[in-house]
């Protein structure tokens, strides 16, 4: 698959706006990620308003490129698809890793049909870090259950670049270490 190779962040953007049908398509193919026990646990928010977008970006040093995107994708956890503690406190189980991978495998499916679309984006880390997941969270009135894990800003690239190998061989190890 070409886009794995030639995807790479992007935090530059043109004044443009993306297509709502391009839009679904990236969420279609976040929802093709695979996750634990087929749970899905995965919920998006779609953020184009500049308002909101420059709120977003007034969150995280790092999100402030969110300003200059034509969109933000929030890729938030449902904990009552993903964690069985949400129903019972006490259940003793790691589902928190678990949607934390689920979540991160949509958001790279998003990130790589972001690629496939001519687009450039980059992923921005929210979940655990509670000075952004906290604001954000109010911000958008999101109910408890929902955890704001990733976010993907996303637009038209306002220059070219280009993705680097970074393969490794030294860093694999067949059979034993
Ligand atoms: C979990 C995670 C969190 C990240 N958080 C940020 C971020 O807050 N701001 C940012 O500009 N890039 C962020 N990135 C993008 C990385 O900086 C980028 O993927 C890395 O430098 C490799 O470059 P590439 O994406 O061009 O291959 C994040 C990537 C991951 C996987």
Known sequence: MNAI????????FLPKAVERETIERILKAAFQAPSAHNRQP???????GRADREAIAGMSPWAKLCS?????IACCANLKRGDPRHENPAAQTTEEALWVQDLSAATE?????????GLGGVWLGWYPEETRVEPFRKYFKLPDHIIPVSLIALGYPAKESHSKDRFDPARVHYESW
């Open 42 to 48: 995965w919920e998006f928010l779609v953020v184009t």
């Open 68 to 72: 200059g995107a034509a969109a933000v």
């Open 109 to 117: 499916n998003a990130l790589l049909q972001i690629t496939e679309e």
């Open 5 to 12: 190779f030639t995807r790479h962040s992007v935090r530059e």
